[in-house]
């Protein structure tokens, strides 16, 4: 299959949500069942095993799953031709047409395969702006996640990768402190905490006391509900509120201390993360440039790939009728452009100013090596050269010394009686023992014209001083045959060769008529000719009723073209059978009864209808 159109397409496509086993349908052209890959999810299918491929005429086709897939399989083909050189072209060697194509058609469908590739790639958008996107040295990159440049934007190693391990298993820390400060559990708890860090502060110094206090809360409360001991020291009641709201604060401080504590640790942790979390991200921004810059480098390889391809299609301009006067883009030619004419069936190359044969073929050549083995026949070859049986026949077939060193002496005697008919008739002397060279033509006669094979030649003869004026081939049916007589002839040969009827075996004569009007009209009344003594409307030449099969008559003019002379006409014509046998011959004379000069002459049978099926009529002129 190396004779199609690669289509411009992705040689990717998948089916998702499907069920069942296919045919699922790829409009991208392969050569061979191998030229594509399958997946089943992320699991490379085996050819034949997993699945059969059908190719339509085109290139194009579609695969039958061996297992069908379920709703949540998705199913992807892909582009999967080996990446090699089937064809390796030999000096002096035959460069066809076909190779050439499926090298080419190899071509593109690897660089369209590559472009898919590229495709599923990290790319550098052109218009980015970046001076060095190559990778970090091993040693320097490896235990890191990549990171790009804060100012150039290039990639260099970003955090350990341990680092970035542990921020993510604090992240639902992180996720808790973003909470309690966004309003998902609080509204701005940790900012409040900053605020009142100061006191936070104090009260962490005297967290001794408070842990005490915290302690003896049962001995407070007791205290706060003997109200009448209370009242016994009313003297002492300012000592006693002070102390109570005193304790009321301190047991609020004891409440919220371990969330305070807490707060201080979470925001220090949530201060680190923020940070880390700020260095991967610029990273991976890094690491985004600088797979965008590779893609661009890709994307300029694709493209040199393609110019180069385009260079080879205005050298190779593929498979054409006629030799093409501009290139495949519609450029002017380049010298050493190559094309295969299909109408003559070899290659061509283009001088700069003509397209001549790009190679000789050997087909049908003698080598020297060979010793003339390559010969089809021997011994057609030796009758050519003219040795005949003698490079074959044994010695002992020829003349001995004592019949005579020569030939003419070697001669035996003929004995009497020897020869007979049957052996005259085996060595008649034929057309093709005469080496004529042409066939013959009825009227023809042979005669002698140097260079032709053999030097004889049937050719047509003039008849006694006469010139051929015109040829009139007769091959569908007609009613009547015009033919001008021109000036400058004292009379006129008309000979009339297998002229034959529409129907045979039906009475009817040819017959002729005259024109002195350049055939605008014929002399038809009834006394205008005068037939064996008798007035008629018309020449017969044939004898009456007698144009019934094929018939060959020679006519002659005289008088036509000299004005006070009778136009006469005399006919000699052959009278052939049915079965094309002779039959007789007949003699006919008549004359026009007038002086005027004629300058057309008609022919036509007179009687049963008929029309002139087919023959050939020769007009001759005789000279003044």
């Given at each position: 299959?190396?004779d199609?159109?690669?289509?411009?397409?992705?040689?990717?496509?998948?089916?998702?949500?499907n069920?069942?086993?296919?045919?699922?349908?790829?409009?991208?052209?392969?050569?061979?069942?191998s030229?594509?890959?399958?997946?089943?999810?992320?699991?490379?299918?085996?050819?034949?095993a997993?699945?059969?491929?059908?190719?339509?005429?085109?290139?194009?086709?579609?695969?039958?799953l061996?297992a069908?897939?379920?709703?949540?399989?998705?199913?992807?083909?892909?582009?999967?031709r080996?990446?090699?050189?089937?064809?390796?072209?030999?000096?002096?060697?035959?460069?066809?047409?076909?190779?050439?194509?499926?090298?080419?058609?190899?071509?593109?469908?690897?660089?369209?395969q590559?472009?898919?590739k590229?495709?599923?790639?990290?790319?550098?958008?052109?218009?980015?702006?970046?001076?060095?996107?190559?990778?970090p040295?091993?040693?320097?990159?490896?235990?890191?996640?990549?990171?790009f440049?804060?100012?150039?934007?290039?990639?260099?190693?970003?955090?350990?990768?341990?680092?970035?391990?542990?921020?993510?298993?604090?992240s639902?820390?992180?996720?808790?402190?973003?909470?309690?400060?966004?309003?998902?559990?609080a509204?701005?708890?940790?900012?409040?905490?900053?605020?009142?860090?100061?006191?936070?502060t104090t009260?962490s110094?005297?967290?001794g006391?408070?842990?005490?206090?915290a302690?003896?809360?049962?001995?407070?409360?007791?205290?706060a509900?003997?109200?009448a001991?209370?009242?016994?020291?009313?003297?002492?009641?300012?000592?006693?509120?002070?102390?109570?709201?005193?304790?009321?604060?301190?047991?609020?401080?004891a409440?919220?201390?371990?969330?305070?504590?807490?707060?201080?640790?979470?925001?220090?942790?949530?201060?680190?993360?923020?940070?880390?979390?700020?260095t991967s991200?610029?990273?991976?921004?890094?690491?985004?440039?600088?797979?965008?810059?590779?893609?661009?480098?890709?994307?300029?390889?694709k493209?040199?790939?393609?110019?180069?391809?385009?260079?080879?299609?205005?050298?190779?301009?593929?498979?054409?009728?006629?030799?093409?006067?501009?290139?495949?883009?519609?450029?002017?030619l380049?010298?050493?452009?190559?094309?295969?004419?299909?109408?003559?069936?070899?290659?061509?190359?283009?001088?700069?100013?003509?397209?001549v044969?790009a190679?000789?073929?050997?087909?049908?050549a003698?080598?020297?090596?060979?010793?003339?083995?390559?010969?089809?026949?021997?011994?057609?070859?030796?009758?050519?050269?003219?040795l005949?049986?003698?490079?074959?026949?044994?010695?002992?077939?020829?003349?001995?010394?004592?019949?005579?060193?020569?030939?003419?002496?070697?001669?035996q005697?003929?004995?009497?009686?020897?020869?007979?008919?049957?052996?005259?008739?085996?060595?008649?002397?034929?057309?093709?023992?005469?080496?004529?060279?042409?066939?013959?033509?009825n009227?023809?006669?042979l005669?002698?014209?140097?260079?032709n094979?053999?030097?004889?030649t049937?050719?047509?003869?003039?008849?006694?001083?006469?010139?051929?004026?015109?040829?009139t081939?007769?091959?569908?049916?007609?009613?009547?045959?015009?033919?001008?007589?021109?000036?400058?002839?004292g009379?006129?040969?008309?000979?009339?060769?297998?002229?034959?009827?529409?129907?045979?075996?039906?009475?009817?004569?040819?017959?002729?008529?005259?024109?002195?009007?350049?055939?605008?009209?014929?002399?038809?009344?009834?006394?205008?000719?005068?037939?064996?003594?008798?007035?008629?409307?018309q020449?017969?030449?044939?004898?009456?009723?007698?144009?019934?099969?094929?018939?060959?008559?020679?006519?002659?003019?005289?008088?036509?073209?000299?004005?006070?002379?009778?136009?006469?006409?005399?006919?000699?014509q052959?009278?052939?059978?049915?079965?094309?046998?002779?039959?007789?011959a007949?003699?006919?004379g008549?004359?026009?009864?007038?002086?005027?000069?004629?300058?057309?002459?008609?022919?036509?049978?007179?009687?049963g209808?008929?029309n002139?099926?087919?023959?050939?009529?020769r007009l001759?002129?005789?000279?003044?």
């Open positions: 299959m190396s199609i159109a690669i289509n411009p397409v992705t040689r990717r496509v998948q089916f998702t949500g069920t069942g086993t296919g045919p699922f349908a790829f409009t991208f052209n392969i050569l061979t069942d030229d594509i890959a399958v997946f089943k999810n992320t699991t490379k299918l085996t050819l034949t997993n699945y059969t491929v059908s190719i339509n005429a085109n290139g194009t086709g579609s695969i039958t061996a069908a897939l379920v709703a949540s399989d998705v199913l992807t083909i892909i582009g999967g080996e990446l090699s050189r089937t064809t390796d072209f030999v000096t002096a060697g035959d460069l066809l047409a076909s190779s050439l194509n499926e090298q080419l058609d190899s071509n593109v469908i690897m660089t369209q590559l472009d898919e590229l495709n599923r790639g990290l790319f550098v958008n052109p218009g980015d702006v970046f001076t060095d996107l190559e990778l040295l091993k040693d320097a990159r490896k235990g890191t996640v990549l990171g440049n804060a100012t150039t934007g290039d990639p260099e190693p970003g955090p350990e990768i341990g680092d970035v391990d542990s921020l993510a298993n604090i639902a820390d992180i996720k808790t402190l973003a909470d309690i400060q966004d309003g998902t559990v509204t701005n708890a940790i900012t409040n905490v900053n605020t009142i860090r100061a006191n936070v009260v110094g005297i967290s006391n408070v842990t005490t206090v302690g003896i809360s049962s001995d407070v409360t007791a205290v509900a003997d109200g001991d209370i009242g016994t020291v009313a003297t002492s009641i300012a000592n006693v509120n002070t102390n109570a709201t005193n304790i009321a604060s301190i047991n609020t401080n409440t919220n201390i371990t969330d305070i504590q807490n707060a201080s640790t979470n925001a220090a942790s949530a201060l680190a993360s923020k940070n880390a979390a700020a991200a610029t990273n991976s921004a890094n690491s985004a440039t600088a797979s965008a810059n590779s893609a661009t480098a890709s994307e300029a390889a493209d040199a790939a393609l110019a180069a391809l385009d260079s080879f299609d205005d050298r190779y301009l593929g498979a054409k009728a006629s030799d093409p006067t501009v290139d495949n883009d519609g450029n002017a380049v010298s050493g452009a190559l094309y295969f004419n299909t109408t003559d069936d070899v290659m061509k190359v283009y001088t700069g100013s003509q397209w044969a190679y000789a073929s050997l087909s049908g003698l080598l020297v090596a060979n010793n003339l083995s390559d010969l089809a026949s021997a011994s057609t070859a030796r009758t050519n050269l003219g005949g049986t003698a490079a074959t026949t044994a010695s002992t077939a020829y003349a001995t010394a004592a019949q005579g060193a020569l030939a003419d002496s070697a001669l005697s003929i004995a009497d009686g020897s020869i007979t008919q049957s052996k005259l008739a085996g060595e008649a002397v034929n057309e093709s023992k005469l080496q004529v060279s042409n066939a013959p033509v009227g023809y006669a005669t002698a014209q140097s260079g094979t053999g030097g004889m049937w050719a047509e003869m003039a008849a006694g001083g006469t010139t051929l004026i015109s040829t081939t007769i091959s569908s049916a007609v009613a009547t045959v015009d033919i001008a007589l021109p000036t400058g002839y009379a006129f040969e008309l000979f009339l060769e297998g002229v034959t009827p529409s129907s045979t075996g039906v009475s009817s004569t040819l017959s002729v008529r005259f024109s002195s009007d350049n055939g605008s009209s014929y002399y038809q009344a009834s006394d205008s000719y005068n037939v064996n003594g008798s007035n008629a409307a020449l017969q030449i044939t004898a009456s009723n007698d144009f019934n099969n094929e018939v060959y008559i020679a006519l002659t003019i005289q008088g036509a073209k000299n004005s006070g002379v009778r136009t006469t006409g005399f006919s000699e052959l009278l052939m059978n049915t079965d094309g046998t002779f039959r007789g007949a003699v006919i008549g004359a026009y009864n007038g002086d005027t000069v004629m300058t057309n002459i008609r022919i036509f049978p007179n009687g209808s008929l002139i099926a087919s023959g050939i009529i001759y002129g005789r000279a003044v």
